[in-house]
């Protein structure tokens, strides 16, 4: 078989039997890579055609998209690429023109899938199944093969740092935060925690000593650390974010945070955290993109719409990360299987389920692979960030998302905060800047 041709499977079904409506029920599993089209009677055109391979993918097609018509057919490809489908059955495919065959041998191609074609024509092959020379013909049991394959792995960070076990941690700041866990837990766990507790607190400092302030001394002019605490908040946005996105579960996440402050303290920098009221403690420090709001977002049919909603949830396009370029919604900034943000001070991992959303609007942008770096992702409205994530949720009819409420206290002057730092009731102070003034004591 040519490499530039899918592998085509027809499936004979003359007797159009409950059988076969069993196995394709068995089969039709997109989160495993086999996605069962069933076009409407009548399907004629690529656009009702679009709509059937959307309807397929759990995309809300009614009322029906207010993309053009001409657009139906990009996006049911892009989503199709973006889900990783492995195993494109059409069921009833003997009704299909031609030509919707051959739409459908592309979409197959662009997205590497095994296409089957369920026929269900009494007596032959219908007609524009018989001309598929390199087709396979098979037998309905032949579906069996689709629920054994198995899913592909998620992609892993490339040093992904050690978990805890879900213990319950104590609820003790950081400079005796350490101490507290190895008085409190049982030995076992509290060597576990040490020991990420440490692989932490050596990334943060690893991080520090090769920002340009720190990089020539460990004891910096503290007036150049002040001068420098906008880009330090910045960098420190995106370390955090790695840090915490893959934290198994909230105390992982605190313990995280925990360590990360004992380093930065370590050098001069103060990272306060006021933690939301009535949050499970350490359970606001991770992504807004939950699996739940990704549900959702994966309802939309348009690709911007859910890209955008997600780029606003993980790092919302307003500067959190106060990017160096121009433009930082480039084709450039996301990773082409969708697992990580690319910023001018390090990679953010992106949530899992939302790989699928940022791989199909990759594709809707860049079909075929070759355009420039520097291709915007988004144009008109979706490159205005005012109010983005809220107009997209209510657009796939979700609630809009709470937005956090820290209380203040006044022990601590309030320090200096990225948009993504705030959502989590966090400001860093140079200590230095809290020292007394001559004539203040």
Known sequence: MPADRPWVTVVRDPHDTPATRDLLARVDRPDRGALVVRPVPGTTSPAMLALAVLAALGKQVEPQPRAAQRQWWPLAQAWTVGHQIDHLVVDRAHTLPAHLITHLISLAAASGAHLWFIDASPAHDAPALAGLAHAVRQRPQQLLTITLAEPAAAPQPATAAPHIPPVILPHTGFLTFRYACQRRLPAAQAALVDDAWRHTFDTIRGWLNRTEVFAATHRPDPQRVIAATRTLTAGLSVQLADLLY?????????LRLR?????????????????????????????????????????????????????????????????????????????????????????????????????????????????????ALFTGQWRDADNLTERTLRRLRLAALPTPWYRRSRAYLRGHATPWMRHRGLDLCVLAELAPRPGHL
């Open 246 to 254: 893959t934290a198994a579960h909230p105390a992982d996440a605190l």
């Open 259 to 375: 360590a990360a402050q004992a380093s930065l303290f370590r050098l001069g920098l103060l990272l306060h955290h006021e933690p939301r009221t009535a949050a499970p403690f350490g359970g606001d420090l991770g992504c807004r993109l939950t699996p739940e709001v990704a549900v959702a977002l994966n309802r939309a049919v348009s690709t911007s719409a859910a890209a955008a909603a997600v780029l606003q949830l993980v790092n919302p396009l307003d500067g959190s990360f106060i990017p160096a370029r121009p433009q930082s919604d480039a084709l450039s900034t996301i990773e082409p299987d969708g697992s990580q943000l690319h910023t001018d001070y390090g990679n953010v991992p992106l949530p899992v389920c939302a790989h699928a959303i940022l791989r199909a609007h990759r594709h809707f942008v860049d079909p075929t692979g070759t355009a420039p770096p520097d291709t």
